[in-house]
């Protein structure tokens, strides 16, 4: 199957890919926000395929994956066709809704499954008489590497400046507090100096590659998840996978993915910061909890799971 799909989420995009189909994957000159192409910082097959605008009308394409409500009309201007009329077509959404009652942007259009990737996103959308499923995340084993030889904390969080209270950023100090605190992800110098945190306690690792990524977590005692009101971060996911214990804030969907042996999940930031603290003291509490960790995640969102489910749902659609 040949499948039309933008580079959006590149972790979860890297997951996807390891399928057996080919991808088409949009590049403009300016490589901008609908035309990445492909990635940079994650290792992709050769069966991800950049394709200009211009040449889609040229292309045999079986199916698109839409994941952003500009795409749908983008995708029928560079196609000549409309997705879930002329092509068969899903809408990947990946996010939480702004509020209870949001209406998904795409709800009731013809022809569109909805597909979530949480169940706690499925039930919070309101996506009007709109087919629904939910297909939950695929993580590529990254292996259990974790020795905790340096005591201190990890987050991984990308834009943490302007994201602001949805992925926590305001509660690093606190956490700061409880054990030095590197801090990884896209966009994230500058979060020190805003959340007014000592360098000495603080340190900002800017977008780094992901093999690098996956060697210097595991190096950390313990990892920190503060995010409020996201879907599920595959950066926690990636973290367990590595057996790394993790401290979790009891949002969305967090208490389905993380068993309290893996580490803690809890609303009250008092426990969580006593977590952190008992880890970074007790190494064989932080291998244990990780090694629990590690368990669930390869259960929950194993790779060859996931690439099943997309299978299953895509010859349905198509067919």
């Not at 590049?27 to 200009?52: K, M, N």
């Not at 201007?77 to 990947?92: I, K």
């Not at 690792?205 to 992901?210: R, V």
């Amino acid at each position: 199957m040949r499948i039309l799909i933008w580079h959006l989420h590149g972790s979860w995009l890297t997951s996807f890919v390891q399928g057996p189909h080919e991808y088409l994957v949009p590049v403009t000159p300016d490589r901008g926000p609908f035309g990445l192409g492909r990635a940079r910082t994650w290792d992709w097959p050769a069966s991800v395929r950049e394709v200009a605008p211009g040449q889609l009308r040229d292309e045999r394409v079986d199916l698109v994956v839409l994941q952003r409500p500009e795409e749908l009309a983008l995708a029928a201007d560079w196609l000549g066709r409309t997705p879930g009329r002329d092509v068969p077509a899903v809408y990947l959404e990946h996010d939480t809704p702004p509020g209870t009652g949001a209406r998904h942007p795409l709800a009731d259009v013809p022809g569109l499954v909805i597909v979530h990737v949480t169940h706690f996103n499925a039930l919070f959308w309101d996506c009007g008489r709109s087919p629904v499923t939910v297909i939950e995340h695929g993580v590529i084993d990254p292996g259990a590497a974790w020795t905790g030889e340096l005591d201190r904390a990890a987050v991984v969080v990308n834009d943490p400046l302007t994201r602001g209270r949805t992925v926590g950023a305001d509660l690093l100090p606190g956490f700061a507090a409880a054990a030095p605190l590197d801090v990884f992800g896209m966009r994230v110098a500058g979060l020190a100096r805003a959340q007014r945190l000592d360098p000495g306690r603080c340190g900002e690792y800017d977008d780094l590659p992901q093999a690098r990524l996956h060697a210097e977590l595991p190096r950390r005692r313990v990892y920190v998840h503060p995010f409020r009101w996201t879907s599920l971060g595959l950066s926690l996911i990636e973290a367990m996978l590595l057996a790394m214990p993790v401290v979790v804030l009891a949002t969305t969907e967090a208490p389905r993915a993380v068993p309290p042996a893996a580490g803690a999940i809890s609303a009250d930031l008092a426990e969580l910061h006593a977590a952190v603290r008992r880890f970074i003291r007790d190494p064989g509490a932080a291998r244990a909890a990780g090694l629990a960790a590690r368990e669930a995640a390869c259960a929950r969102y194993g790779l060859k799971r996931f690439l099943h489910d997309w299978d299953e749902l895509l010859t349905e659609v198509s067919t």
